[in-house]
């Protein structure tokens, strides 16, 4: 069965400071993989998506990047985090495909807080 | 415009009552599909329930169906039998492009807080 894999659970960095946070997927092979955040209180918002490796795409311009090193390993970085970073990051996983349904499964995600 | 729209910042429901959760979308693809997501308060996102543009019948998966009207544009979450363990955020989520090799991605609702009471 697949399991997916995020850390740190949390983690508190003050504001300058640089951010890596890592998510690996056990089980399958070829994923799809996104990185998502949730600010407080509210919705999903799309940060990266990768169909394969050194594949990414951004979907919102921010002092945020991402890099997909390994097939099955997704990291989310910043060289100087912003106090608008904090917030609930959330890695997911899908089949890779040409098209079907394909829903996406989320790992335990980490809190972060800027201070 | 917003592709998902989930009106409903805050329901209440009952213990072993059913409840609907509201979720209308707005694309022009044929082809899509609907998904439910369940976010309890440790953060996790559980998926639920999935329905494509052209399934003839409502999805239903335990406790869970899928009311979806495609004429109206809405996917409506039923939970049946309330549980106090569904008490949690709930998101609708879309994604276009499900027989044509289209997006990767999943569009979300803004959540809907659902709370059980005994």
């Known amino acids: 069965s697949q399991t997916i894999h995020q850390w740190p659970a949390t983690l508190v960095q003050p504001v300058g400071s640089p951010l890596s946070l890592e998510c690996t997927v056990e089980?399958?092979?070829?994923?799809?993989l996104y990185w998502y955040r949730q600010a407080a209180g509210r919705g999903l918002q799309l940060l990266f998506y990768s169909i394969g490796i050194d594949q990414i795409s951004s979907e919102v311009p921010q002092n945020l990047s991402a890099s997909r090193p390994q097939d099955r390993q997704f990291i989310l970085s910043s060289k100087k985090l912003l106090l608008s970073d904090s917030g609930f990051y959330l890695c997911?996983?899908?089949?890779?495909?040409?098209?079907?349904?394909?829903?996406?499964?989320f790992g335990p995600g980490t809190r972060l807080t800027v201070t | 415009a917003q592709k998902i729209t989930q009106t409903q910042p805050g329901m209440f429901v009952q213990e072993k009552e059913a409840v609907t959760l509201d979720c209308t979308y707005d694309?022009?693809?044929?082809?899509?599909?609907q998904f439910w997501y369940k976010q309890p308060s440790s953060g996790e996102m559980i998926f639920l329930i999935y329905q494509g543009s052209y399934d003839q019948q409502n999805a239903t998966e335990g406790r869970y169906s899928l009311n979806f009207q495609k004429a109206r544009k809405s996917a409506n979450l039923v939970i049946s039998a309330s549980q106090l363990g569904d008490s949690a955020m709930y998101f609708c989520?879309?994604?276009?492009?499900?027989?044509?090799?289209?997006?990767?991605?999943?569009?979300f609702g803004k959540g809907t807080k659902l709370t059980v009471n005994p």
């Open positions: 089980g399958t092979s070829n994923p799809n």
């Open positions: 694309t022009s693809d044929p082809s899509y599909g």
């Open positions: 989520a879309m994604r276009e492009g499900i027989t044509q090799g289209g997006s990767e991605k999943l569009v």
């Open positions: 997911a996983w899908s089949v890779r495909g040409t098209g079907g349904s394909y829903e996406q499964y």
